[in-house]
């Protein structure tokens, strides 16, 4: 017992010199908290190596499941009223152009057609978690920029799980009985996801914040956020979709307070802080030499395919720059590329580890790498007055 409250002690003390460092830096605390995580984890000192097996995966689902929530809160009808067809044209275009670029540049390095199409799928995957912290750490969270570009994250995802799972069908083979399950499975975990987020959020909306301020909230809005995550894993649905789904529900719906906002706002960020850390933790660093030139490819064609795709999708409504800015901005990739990774291999045996190493060696630099694209794109974008604070 005394080891687990020492090891808690050293991440939150961790936490906070990250914090102390980033005012002293350029450095977003997301990209120093992963670093803090690899310097902790088997690439480096490789201690509290319980935490990584144990902790992480339940840390993991609390803290992603809590941010949904809060994302989905930002979706209100006076963002979809602004900037509505911006957030569905934009994720869409980005998540298209990412394949494109990624799906042909593979396929002209000679790699065989169901690899490139299942790489180029999960190329379009985000890392919400990233992206939502460097929005809310340079306060751009109630910017026009900033809210849109939350909005498409929160979408986002979706359009991968699509891609991917079309994919899966074509690399599977579209007439055998294993692609049509891969195509169920997948049309259920999205649309199970938002008929369960909307199932929780309608009566949540109207339920909770009657009874008075202060604990009560914080009890509701816990216990009805951990009962989605919950009953999302046993129904085997999209937690993190369902929990935007529940969010925007409710703040949509409950038109006599927001307080389940604030009252998780207050302690998210202790959640979010052991996940970055542990992250960081669990990535192991000697997959960065074992990708190769087809994982530095992949690493080239992803990032050029985000930054076109915003651009060409911006042209189209008239901001192309600023739709190359978004584009930049959803580098970070996390646990759901991990995820698609994993459920691909299973259909490639023959190339499972070629695609394995790829998106972990990946995963390590975007996660590094990813969170100062957001900052920059948010501070390029101040710095050209277009973002309305």
Known sequence: MGYTFLMLAAF????????????????????????????????????????RQVWFPMISDIALTMLGFLIGGSMNSRLFREQGKEILVLSLGVAAGTFTVVFAGLLALGEGLALALLLAAIATATDPAATADVVIEEGSDHSRFGRRLL??????????????????????GLGSG????????SLWEIGGAVALGFGIGLPMAFLTGR?????????????????CAGLAMTLQVSYLLAAVVMGA???????????????????????????????????????????????????????????????????????????????????????????M?????????????????????????????????????????????????
């Open 178 to 185: 294993a692609a049509d399950a891969s195509l169920l499975a």
């Open 249 to 339: 529900t409710v703040t949509n719906l409950a038109k006599h307070h927001n307080r389940p906002f604030r009252a998780i706002e207050g302690i998210e960020w202790p959640f979010l802080l052991l996940f970055f850390i542990l992250a960081g933790a669990s990535l192991d660093t000697s997959a960065l030499l074992a990708g190769g030139v087809v994982g530095f490819a992949y690493f080239c064609l992803r990032t050029v395919g985000k930054v076109i795709g915003g651009y060409l999708t911006g042209a189209a409504l008239g901001k192309p720059a600023e739709g190359a800015r978004t584009g930049f901005a959803m580098l970070p990739q996390a646990g759901v590329a991990v995820a």
């Open 211 to 227: 009874i008075q301020k202060g604990e009560p909230i914080l009890v509701e809005a816990l216990g009805l956020v951990f009962l």
């Open 12 to 51: 939150f003390l961790i936490g906070l010199g990250v914090h102390l460092l980033c005012l002293k830096t350029a450095l977003p605390r997301v990209t120093l908290l992963i670093l803090a995580g690899i310097l902790m984890g088997p690439s480096a000192l490789d201690v509290f190596p319980e935490a």
């Open 341 to 389: 990774a994993l459920t691909a291999s299973a259909a490639l045996p023959d190339s499972s580890d070629l695609l394995l190493t790829i998106v972990l060696a990946s995963t390590v630099v975007f996660e590094l790498l990813g969170p100062l694209a957001v900052r920059w794109s948010l501070r390029a974008e101040r710095r050209l007055g277009t973002l309305a604070e």
């Open 151 to 172: 909005g498409i994250v929160a979408v986002d995802d979706a359009w991968g799980l699509i891609i991917f799972s079309l994919c899966m069908v074509l690399a599977t």
